[in-house]
């Protein structure tokens, strides 16, 4: 059976990142396009000049969890059913993510290289360190016995929760929860983890 065609734009020390982990699991051959945040590869497809961009057959999909969902749902891996109770909290377990630790280290990133100077909030990184500790703590509790966030088997939420914790201490965001340390050393085992990001 023939796949889409994939091409990825966005550098792999970007939120890119997650979307050429997706699809070293899934196995499937993509062109890889190192283009940086703005630069014309990327504002071509999405003007705001955000990357990742996949374009499938052509076709542009932006936001690094968007991407990954879809690739999920288009193979038929690492995810639950559309319409079930399962995806549901599949789901949920995603967007806890994207608030409590995606959206706390982009605030970080903004706040320290990405905003004009005179747009920076010094001092906003304290603040920002201390909410990401508390919703450590939050977030621990939710996880279950599985080596995974959905049991057995590595699921969207995970690939979002494990590039975040890269991303963490790249910023210098301690990871302060025992559970959370544990989880990470196991998802860097996974091949697929250790192709995408060997270099890091």
């Known amino acids: 059976m023939s796949h889409p065609s994939y091409v990825l734009i966005g550098a792999s020390s970007t939120r890119a990142g997650r979307v050429a982990w997706m699809l070293n699991e899934l196995g499937v051959p993509f062109e890889h396009v190192e283009a940086k945040p703005h630069q014309e590869d990327v504002t071509r497809h999405y003007p705001r ?51 409590e630790f995606d959206a706390i280290l982009w605030t970080g990133a903004r706040h320290s290289f990405i905003l004009p100077e005179e747009r920076r909030v010094a001092g906003i990184k304290d603040s920002l360190r201390w909410e990401f500790t508390r919703n450590q703590a939050s977030f621990a509790k939710r996880m279950g016995d599985g080596p995974y966030l959905m049991g057995d088997e590595l699921t969207v939420p995970d690939i979002l929760l494990a590039h975040c914790l890269i991303w963490a201490r790249a910023a210098k965001f301690e990871i302060t929860e025992p559970t959370l340390d544990a989880y990470f050393d196991r998802i860097k085992e996974r091949p697929a983890f250790q192709r995408t990001f060997a270099r890091r």
């Open 49 to 99: 000049g955000k990357v990742p961009v996949l374009l499938v057959d052509g076709v542009a999909i932006t936001d690094s969890a968007a991407i990954i969902q879809y690739l999920a749902d288009a193979h038929g891996r690492f995810t639950r059913p559309a319409g079930t109770l399962d995806r549901a909290q599949q789901d949920g377990l995603t967007h806890c993510i994207l608030d």
